[in-house]
């Protein structure tokens, strides 16, 4: 059941992508956990750069996404810097499309 919900969120958050870049926050591994406990989700995510144009308006997105799932009320969202994000954290399908 919990695996069920974190896959929609994991859904809903690659519906999000980052607006320099053609691939989704969760391939390029932005998103470090999701964690879901009765009817609320706690995500950790990071950013490409803590000086990102999007600081604001992404993990509101991630949360809003997240909120969409039908099995979840509340969404913790933290946003961290530590492990700083590198490339290294895309995924296979990512690192394809950007031809790395």
Same mark, same amino acid.
């Given at each position: 059941?919990?695996?069920?919900? /974190? %896959?929609?969120?994991?859904? &809903?958050?690659?519906?999000?992508?980052?607006?320099?870049?053609?691939? %989704?926050?969760?391939?390029?591994?932005?998103?470090?956990?999701? *964690?879901?406990?009765?009817? /609320? $989700?706690?995500? /950790?995510?990071?950013?490409? @750069?803590?000086n990102?144009?999007? $600081?604001e308006?992404?993990?509101? &997105?991630?949360?809003?996404?997240?909120? *969409?799932v039908?099995?979840?009320?509340?969404?913790?969202?933290q946003?961290?810097?530590?492990?700083?994000? @590198?490339?290294?954290?895309?995924?296979? $399908? $990512?690192?394809? &499309?950007? %031809?790395?």
């Amino acid at each position: 059941m919990i695996m069920e919900v /974190k %896959n929609k969120i994991i859904e &809903e958050i690659r519906k999000i992508y980052d607006p320099e870049l053609p691939v %989704n926050i969760y391939e390029l591994g932005l998103i470090y956990d999701i *964690q879901v406990k009765g009817r /609320k $989700a706690k995500i /950790k995510m990071t950013l490409t @750069t803590p000086n990102c144009p999007v $600081a604001e308006s992404l993990p509101k &997105e991630v949360k809003e996404g997240a909120m *969409q799932v039908e099995e979840i009320d509340d969404v913790d969202l933290q946003l961290v810097w530590d492990p700083p994000w @590198t490339k290294d954290m895309m995924s296979d $399908a $990512a690192k394809l &499309e950007l %031809n790395l």
